[in-house]
């Protein structure tokens, strides 16, 4: 009786370990399709949404990338002035009596660099949105407010909730 248990125990177990190999392999070999929802905004994910959504053809595509390429190259310093000044600002909680004005200053330079982030963003997508016809630019609007909705909004709890709740 007992090794009658032991071999029916040996199988469960068996049976269990075979299981979480295969959905192991399954998650492993699983190819990412992008951000939850099925939008992918990265490198080649925003020329193909542009593509596909807007109606691109591949003379704006190419112009496109081009106006990508130059943003981006204004775009790095920005962000890592950005990175520095948050940086400089957050190193002052390490300061024991920090005054009120170097607290203001520090968070005003962010304030800068954010102003400068954000003029840039707004003159690409103006640049991008010359690039459409005129049946193109309401579909383009609705990506870029698409865009700035998800990259705009800050991530908190209640908005991930959100977000599962919607259809």
Request: a positive charge; glycine letters at 6%.
């Amino acid at each position: 009786m007992a090794i009658a248990k032991n071999k029916v125990l040996l199988i469960i177990v068996g049976v269990l370990l075979v299981v979480n190999l295969g959905v192991l392999l399954l998650f492993v070999n699983m190819k990412q399709t992008g951000r939850p929802g099925g939008r992918s905004w990265g490198r080649q994910g925003m020329a193909e949404v542009l593509e596909k959504k807007a109606g691109f053809s591949k003379q704006q595509l190419q112009a496109y990338q081009d106006l990508r390429n130059q943003h981006w190259k204004k775009m790095k310093p920005l962000l890592a002035d950005m990175r520095s000044a948050r940086d400089s600002f957050y190193k002052l909680l390490y300061v024991p009596e920090v005054t009120d004005s170097a607290l203001s200053h520090a968070a005003d330079v962010i304030a800068r660099r954010q102003k400068a982030i954000d003029l840039q963003t707004f003159r690409h997508f103006q640049q991008v949105r010359n690039l459409c016809d005129d049946t193109q630019r309401p579909k383009l609007d609705s990506l870029i407010h698409q865009f700035m909705s998800k990259t705009g909004a800050p991530f908190r709890r209640d908005n991930l909730r959100d977000r599962k709740e919607r259809p």
